[in-house]
């Protein structure tokens, strides 16, 4: 079992920027690849980037490609999302997600463990 806690999200207005922190608890951190999603009001949940477990891998959803980077950091059991240039399509509900393996792909079906997700609100 492993347990997700994400944290830093909040109101910012738009071209701001916010670091989300997604700390890991329960497994050896580094046996799992990680990624972020998110879920805007009314829409269905939708992948934004993922990392595979040494954080020498990306992927991002075309949208966000250089706004957003996923790190991750094995000795703190953490994965990070840095959102720059933030825009009102941006808010959301964003949620980690684990996955036992090398690398995961970009469907929620993908993954087996997932946060309870942190409020990015971005005003115009």
């Known amino acids: 079992q492993v347990r997700l806690v994400e944290s830093g999200g909040g109101l910012v207005q738009a071209g701001g920027s916010l670091r989300l922190s997604c700390a890991a608890a329960?497994?050896?951190?580094?046996?799992?690849?990680m990624a972020w999603f998110r879920q805007a009001p009314g829409k269905e949940r939708e992948f934004v980037a993922r990392?595979?477990?040494?954080?020498?891998?990306?992927y991002y959803e075309d949208s966000v490609k250089g706004r957003f980077t996923i790190s991750r950091d094995n000795a703190k059991n953490t994965v990070y999302l840095q959102i720059d240039s933030l825009k009102p399509d941006d808010t959301a509900v964003y949620y980690c997600?684990?996955?036992?393996?090398?690398?995961?792909?970009?469907?929620?079906?993908?993954?087996?463990?997932w946060g309870q997700g942190t409020q990015v609100t971005v005003s115009s």
């Open positions: 990392i595979n477990r040494s954080g020498g891998t990306t």
């Open positions: 329960g497994r050896t951190f580094s046996n799992y690849a």
């Open positions: 997600a684990a996955r036992w393996g090398p690398l995961g792909g970009s469907s929620d079906s993908d993954y087996n463990y």
